[in-house]
């Protein structure tokens, strides 16, 4: 069974850093691109940030570009997201998500397995 387990969030102010982990399990992790979306209150989700499955290649939204990086640790079937210098509108819940190869594709339905998510906010 598919699984994968997000932890990491929290509360904190402008400015301020966070790093996000999903714990996978159930699947071969180590060939399959991951990514990590989010959904703030009253929006659409969005794609934040995919990597490919053997790290080689990644994607940042422009809003994230140069604060968040993503990275994954293959040995420990592991996806992360480092925030950094976060603002209120980086607010939201965040979610990993598995694609279907090994690259990842920027279409939400190209990605067959969420997490629960958790939640990231940032306010003075």
């Known amino acids: 069974q598919v699984q994968l387990v997000e932890s990491g969030g929290g509360l904190v102010q402008p400015g301020g850093s966070l790093r996000l982990s999903c714990a996978t399990s159930?699947?071969?992790?180590?060939?399959?691109?991951m990514g990590w979306f989010r959904r703030a209150p009253g929006k659409a989700s969005e794609l934040v940030a995919a990597?490919?499955?053997?790290?080689?290649?990644?994607y940042y939204i422009d809003a994230v570009k140069g604060r968040f990086t993503i990275t994954r640790d293959n040995d420990l079937n592991t996806l992360y997201l480092e925030m950094n210098d976060l603002r209120p509108e980086d607010t939201a819940l965040y979610s990993c998500?598995?694609?279907?190869?090994?690259?990842?594709?920027?279409?939400?339905?190209?990605?067959?397995?969420w997490g629960q998510g958790t939640q990231v906010t940032v306010t003075s």
């Open positions: 998500a598995k694609s279907q190869g090994p690259l990842f594709s920027l279409a939400p339905h190209s990605y067959g397995a």
């Open positions: 990597i490919s499955s053997n790290a080689d290649n990644s």
């Open positions: 159930g699947f071969n992790f180590d060939i399959y691109a």
